[in-house]
């Protein structure tokens, strides 16, 4: 399975949207709208794009929404994904959420204790180091397989992975491989999914 973050801040929009369209065309199995400094109609408007470009697109991929509730509420998404934070203070509203996808980024293997019981799979990172992390050594595959070990919940690595050291990671047994910055910013996105299909064997 292949998650593509979204991130505005890296990309001009034009870019943007480009990207998004092929990323939805080529069916990537989940996209994550992750859009940390927008007002709530900002996002909504964005989000609303997406999801016009995914029916015009026909895609399969199955569209989330970053901690925000209020969004999945009012627009027809197919989950939620949380950080901690967004759970530690929501826990109650999560706790109701039906026939939703959730998912749940986890940077530690102590915070499996603390998991929402409701969630789908986990993003574990920075797997390797990454300039969206900068100082931050990668966890690599340790962490990876350490997580399986301990939790039966379905394992996404995220963290400066690209076609070259996707292969060291993949005897970790995961759901899926999770990218923002090598999609949003890829100038031939399209021959870059190619190349990861091809990789990871999809």
């Given at each position: ?44 408007e964005i989000t609303k794009k997406i999801l016009s470009l995914k029916r015009e697109s026909g895609s399969k991929t199955k569209i989330l929404?970053?901690?925000n509730l209020d969004i999945l509420k009012n627009l027809d998404l197919d989950g939620i994904h949380l950080s901690n934070e967004f759970y ?115």
């Open positions: 399975m292949i998650f593509f973050i979204t991130n505005l801040n890296l990309v001009h929009e034009e870019l943007y949207f480009s990207n998004i369209k092929i990323a939805l065309e080529n069916d990537i199995s989940y996209m994550i709208i992750r859009e940390k400094n927008k007002s709530y109609e900002e996002l909504y929404i970053n901690s530690l203070n929501h826990k109650e509203e999560i706790s109701k959420i039906k026939d939703k996808i959730i998912g749940y980024s986890i940077h530690s293997k102590e915070e499996l204790n603390r998991l929402p019981k409701n969630i789908n799979y986990l993003i574990a990172g920075n797997i390797f180091k990454t300039d969206c992390k900068k100082g931050l050594e990668g966890k690599g595959l340790k962490f990876l397989k350490e997580l399986n070990e301990l939790t039966d919940k379905k394992i996404v690595a995220i963290g400066g992975i690209n076609l070259e050291n996707i292969k060291d990671i993949k005897e970790a047994n995961l759901y899926g491989y999770a990218f923002m910055s090598s999609f949003i910013k890829n100038k031939n996105l399209k021959k870059f999914i190619d190349n990861l299909f091809e990789e990871i064997e999809v």
